[in-house]
């Protein structure tokens, strides 16, 4: 059977649609995001474990909370979690809203580990984040700028981008037109602004009850230094600046929120450009009964 995609915006709901689908089709679900691989690290990347049940996930809590995960090893992770379901009989669901993985996986492309350049980090420290999301828009290579919310991440997203410039053979290795892509019946969960924006709102204030910010403080007890969280932008940024008293409650809700929101509308607009780039996905939306949600599913399977 062809690999079953769930992509979408945040708050859309695509983890439980998934399970249903997981269920429907005795399969496992692989992760498409790029911060529920760490540990520990559950309320601020939404992973929503109870959500599973008995439904088998693959990369969720792989590796320590202050590591820094890349789309290199993510590309390896996925391919071993994709061919070990199958190799059960089972089926793979991959779900998630990282554009650039999910994308990337989808291409069938491979990536080098990128090593760091300290002379190019030392030239770019000072810049703003606005002057380094710039400097990312001028290169033509695909790169994601979904997750760019910190200056730490843009920098690294740079020397990516310089490590190809200078080594061409790799950067055509990394070149989707020469992979072989996944065949694969995409499914987007579609909702509109106004009621995505609501469920974000709704959701964000469920996971400050729930005990976000206890979450920031555990981390940062367990060894995980304030910088590292922030790197991990969203959630472990603005949170995390409220702990270390930088912003007031408030202020952290409400810039919070607005980053959220932002991120969300990046998220739909890189999905559109995969519609651009080939893939067609198949919008299916948000609030569909799941019994119908699942007849349109299966009959995009058999097509």
């Given at each position: ?5 769930i992509i ?142 910190t200056v ?20 055509c290795e ?130």
């Amino acid at each position: 059977m062809k690999l079953v995609t769930i992509i979408g915006p945040t708050a859309s709901g695509k983890t439980s649609r998934a399970v249903e689908i997981a269920k429907k089709l005795k399969g496992e679900i692989i992760s498409g995001d790029s911060r529920q691989v760490y540990r520990n690290m559950d309320l601020g990347t939404g992973k929503d474990i109870e959500e599973y049940g008995d439904i088998p996930y693959h990369l969720i809590d792989i590796c320590n909370a202050g590591e820094k995960y890349n789309l290199h090893r993510y590309l390896k992770d996925f391919q071993i979690a994709m061919h070990s379901i199958r190799l059960r009989g089972k089926n793979p669901i991959l779900c998630g809203g990282t554009g650039l993985y999910v994308e990337s996986a989808l291409s069938g492309i491979t990536m080098p580990d990128v090593p760091e350049n300290k002379e190019l980090r030392q030239q770019l420290a000072d810049c703003s984040l606005e002057k380094l999301t710039d400097i990312l828009r001028g290169y033509k290579e695909l790169h994601n700028i979904t997750d760019i919310d910190t200056v730490k991440r843009a920098i690294r997203a740079i020397e990516i981008q310089e490590y190809y410039r200078n080594n061409p053979y790799e950067a055509c290795e990394a070149d989707r037109r020469h992979a072989k892509p996944i065949d694969s019946v995409i499914i987007g969960i579609e909702i509109s602004r106004e009621d995505r924006r609501r469920r974000i709102s709704e959701r964000l204030d469920s996971r400050l009850q729930a005990g976000m910010i206890d979450e920031i403080r555990n981390l940062i007890d367990m060894g995980v230094s304030p910088d590292d969280l922030i790197y991990y932008g969203l959630e472990y940024k603005f949170l995390t600046l409220h702990v270390i008293g930088k912003l007031s409650y408030e202020e952290m809700r409400r810039q919070l929120e607005i980053a959220i929101h932002q991120f969300a509308k990046r998220q739909m607009t890189w999905f559109r450009g995969m519609e651009r780039r080939g893939f067609t996905i198949n919008w299916l939306p948000y609030n569909l009964p799941s019994e119908e949600f699942l007849y349109r599913v299966e009959s995009l399977l058999i097509e």
